[in-house]
């Protein structure tokens, strides 16, 4: 790796602070736009995801590591699950901040760290500073093609909206601006790959040892990708053998040893969730099928077929390091594609190799090659531009032109706090319901409600709910239409206390939302007694 001088250093920082800046206009806007008598949430996509981690952070709250699901009412012994938001919760404990402050400076801190990694981890690959710079800008704010479909009036291509605006797996930027934790994991995988590639150089016992330190962190975060890793470094030593003509020996030993560490892990997590049949059933509702190629090669749009020069180039060079990119590009493109249920997990990362492979194309392809047509000598002498300011006119084109799907993406989460999008917020009357909740009851006591707020509950009071998350929740359809029905005026008493019962429910949460789905007055029934209200909200306890 070439030395980083302080400017550099300097810029890199500045460039991820602006990233982080750029990220939190969202938030931001939602904290400060909420209406008179409402909440914000405090996130802008994925919200059940981002509530089951708040759920997770407030078991962290406690004293012990062992996760249990918080969407759904089956009792369960739970396993060592979501490990980084437990230990979330006991930092936020420990520094006295409210989980949602702890939350989002942890989304900072994990998304500048894996700016900054991102920069040393490109370093290896490209030895001209200008280089390094482009790549790193790639990395930072690029996206794909999806702005153009926006542009033919359409929000989708063939049924299925642009990756650009929802697999935040898939690019630097959606990941700092959403999952804390995604970012810790690509920067793990990141600082892996930079540990794998030294000591495949140096064969020093210390790479291999710390490399190893390093998968078991990424392995408790994400075990799903081991797989990628392993499959990126038997891809590598494949094309080292290509490129050698002879078996990497040595290199063989490295990655078996790399691909024996997490073992253990990845063993104890495939029990618990064969064991335990609530975890079960999340896994079985947690299908998560790659979009199409179609949709994958615009969703990288530009980069896309500049990489194509880079694969070509490091090919045909030689080049051992950036064979290492390629064998990301490949092993990733045919995981995601293969028939297992986390398939779309695969794309973790991808933007980064993609874009310094990219940048290999601009620089050995499109730079010396572009200013050479017809019409970029006509428009140069039109401009009156020497051949540094054309080179310069060509980088910035490129770099601006990869951008547009991220703008779209920031500006349309802002508008929707702006238009206050009624998912991202909540009635202070309902947050204090949920805050009566967290202080009255134990977590054990099951609450049934809208699943609007069974997504608030868990993640504000730490207690159980009948349902509220699309996948942790065992068979979510089927009990959709028992609350739908426990809330109808019509439905008889013989079946709410039947369902109470079976279930094991101990509070029923009864607002806004609750009042949309039926007329059911909790109040006219004996085996509801009022344990909380509002003026907006009763909270009654089943007295059964």
């Known amino acids: ?200 150089e140096t064969f020093q016992r210390r790479g291999l040892l710390f490399g190893s330190l390093t998968l078991m962190g990424l392995c408790v975060i994400h075990p799903f990708a081991i797989l ?117 997990r695969m794309i973790e990362g991808l933007h980064v190799p993609l874009c310094i492979l990219a940048t290999v194309g601009i620089f050995e392809y499109v730079l010396p090659l572009a200013p050479n047509a017809d019409w970029m000598r006509r428009f140069a002498r039109w401009r009156g531009y020497e051949s540094t300011g054309l080179r310069g006119l060509l980088l910035y084109s490129i770099v601006i032109m990869t951008y547009p799907s991220n703008l779209v993406l920031v500006a349309g989460t802002s508008l929707s706090t702006l238009h206050h999008y009624p998912a991202l917020y909540h009635y202070r009357d309902e947050v204090a319901a949920v805050d009566w909740l967290r202080k009255n009851t134990e977590p054990t006591g099951t609450v049934l409600s809208s699943y609007e707020m069974g997504r608030l509950i868990p993640a504000r009071a730490g207690n159980r709910v009948f349902m509220g998350h699309a996948h942790e929740t065992v068979d979510l359809h089927d009990k959709e239409l028992l609350a739908v029905g426990f809330f109808q005026e019509s439905t008889s008493d013989d079946f709410r206390c039947n369902l109470l019962t079976e279930y094991g429910i101990s509070y029923v949460f009864h607002g806004p939302a609750e009042r949309q789905i039926g007329r059911f007055d909790p109040s006219r029934v004996a085996y509801l007694e009022p344990a909380y209200s509002n003026p907006s909200v009763a909270i009654y306890r089943v007295n059964l």
Not at 104 to 122: D, H, I, K, N, P
Not at 230 to 240: A, K, N, P, R
Not at 257 to 265: C, F
């Open 228 to 344: 990628l890793v392993d499959g990126v470094l038997v891809t590598y030593w494949v094309l080292l053998l290509l490129n050698r003509r002879r078996p990497p020996s040595r290199e063989a030993v490295a990655i078996a040893v790399w691909a024996l560490t997490p073992l253990p892990l990845v063993a104890y997590y495939l029990s618990a969730f064969a064991s335990d049949p609530v975890l079960q059933s999340w896994s079985a509702q947690n299908l998560l099928p790659s979009p199409p190629m179609s949709h994958v090669l615009l969703g990288y749009g530009i980069m896309s077929l500049l990489a194509v020069g880079g694969v070509h180039y490091a090919v045909q060079q030689r080049n051992e390091r950036r064979l290492l990119l390629v064998a990301w590009v490949v092993s990733a493109m045919i995981l995601l594609y293969l028939p297992f249920r986390l398939q779309r």
């Open 1 to 200: 790796m070439p030395q980083l001088t302080r400017r550099e250093i300097g810029h890199v920082v500045g460039i991820g602070l602006v990233v982080l800046t750029i990220s939190s206009i969202p938030c931001l806007l939602g904290y400060r736009s909420a209406a008179p008598g409402t909440e914000f949430g405090g996130f802008v996509v994925d919200l059940d995801d981002s509530y089951s981690y708040l759920a997770a952070m407030q078991q962290g709250l406690g004293n012990g590591w062992r996760y249990q699901v918080l969407f759904t009412p089956e009792e369960h012994p739970g396993a060592y699950l979501h490990t980084f938001y437990l230990g979330l919760g006991k930092l936020s404990s420990l520094l006295g901040l409210s989980l949602m402050q702890t939350y989002q400076l942890a989304r900072l801190a994990c998304g500048l760290s894996l700016l900054v990694t991102t920069y040393v981890f490109l370093s290896h690959f490209l030895q001209d500073r200008s280089a390094r710079l482009v790549a790193y800008l790639l990395i930072s704010f690029s996206s794909g093609l999806g702005w153009v479909v926006l542009l033919s009036g359409s929000s989708t291509l063939h049924g299925l909206s642009p990756i650009d605006f929802w697999l935040m797996d898939a690019y630097t930027f959606f990941t700092v601006l959403t999952f804390p934790h995604l970012a810790a994991a690509v920067t793990l995988l990141l600082l892996f790959f930079t540990l794998a590639l030294r000591h495949l």
